[in-house]
Each structure stands twice: as C-alpha cells, then as structure tokens.
C-alpha cells in the first residue's frame, strides 16, 4: 500500500494537470484573416493610407505581393590579373549581378559595356592596391569592393540600382 498510493497520486496530479491545461487553454480564433497592412483599402481621396513606409514594409514581407526589386545577372565573367613584382602572380575571376527596381532589365543590357568598363576599372585598382591579396574574401574588403561597384552603377543607371551582388569569386594563382 505504501508503494501503490505515491504511484496514484502521481497519476492523479498528471489527470489533474492535463485536464487543467485543456480547459484553460485560449479560444481558438475563427474570424476571418486580416489582411495584411499593404491591402488596406484606400481612403477617400485615393490615396493608400498615411503610413507609406509601414505599408510597403508588409508588401516586402508578404509573398503575395509583387516583387519591387529583380536580379539581373551581367552576361560575362569578369577576369582581373593580380600583378606582384611585374608579373601576373594570379587571376580573379568573378560573377556579377546588380538589383534594381522591377522593369530595369533592359535599361542594364543597354548600358552594359559602359558599366562593365567602369566595374573593370574598379577591380583593376583595387588589384592594384592589394585587394585580392592574402585573406581577400574578408568581410572588409569586400566590403569596400562593392561599395566601389554600386557607386559606379548608380553613376550608370542612378537611384534604381540598390546592390551589386558578387555572386561567384575565385582567384586561381599562376
């Protein structure tokens, strides 16, 4: 009996425990969804409402919503000799892509060779000042390699470039 009534007591105060949580728990909602902020009917005078920022921060994170920015890729590869002592001690090669504002793609292809000569003339003084040197793939220096490319971007295409992405890097040494 003295090893029996712990054993019941502990079934008991699970029951008890369980059947607690069970009756307590919250009410399961079942009104219709709301919709997110984005989807918020316009006022009277057409206008979205007057928490522009607040609205298009719900667009960015609802799925249903179009995208503002696309990815376009640069057709080609880019290939910078690292040079050391008046030779070419490496070779970098790297893959670009910039964002930009939806409907932008075509504006890039058209100005492409412009923006690949301005990102070449980066990457070649950024070689040259021992960018691609040692630890290249630094968060610091990279850092300051794209920096160097979205400014010559947006001297291209302006505002509608937000990023330029690297996408593939390898430096293969001779």
Known sequence: MRR???????????????GAGFLLRPPAEQAAPVPPCGDAPAGADGTAGQNGAADEAAAATDPEAPPTHEYV????????????DGQVAALVVLSLSLEV????????YAREPRLRDGFLRVLFDHANAGG?????????????????????????????????LIIDIVRQDG
């Open 4 to 18: 029996l009534l712990p054993a019941l007591l502990a079934i008991l105060g699970l029951l008890a425990g369980g």
């Open 132 to 164: 691609f040197g040692g630890a290249f793939t630094q968060s610091n220096n990279m850092e300051i390699l794209r920096g160097a490319l979205l400014e010559v971007a947006r001297k291209s295409l302006g505002a509608a470039v937000s990023d330029v």
């Open 101 to 108: 504002t939806t409907g932008m793609t075509e504006q890039v």
């Open 73 to 84: 890729k640069l057709n080609n590869q880019f290939v910078v000799p690292v040079v050391e």
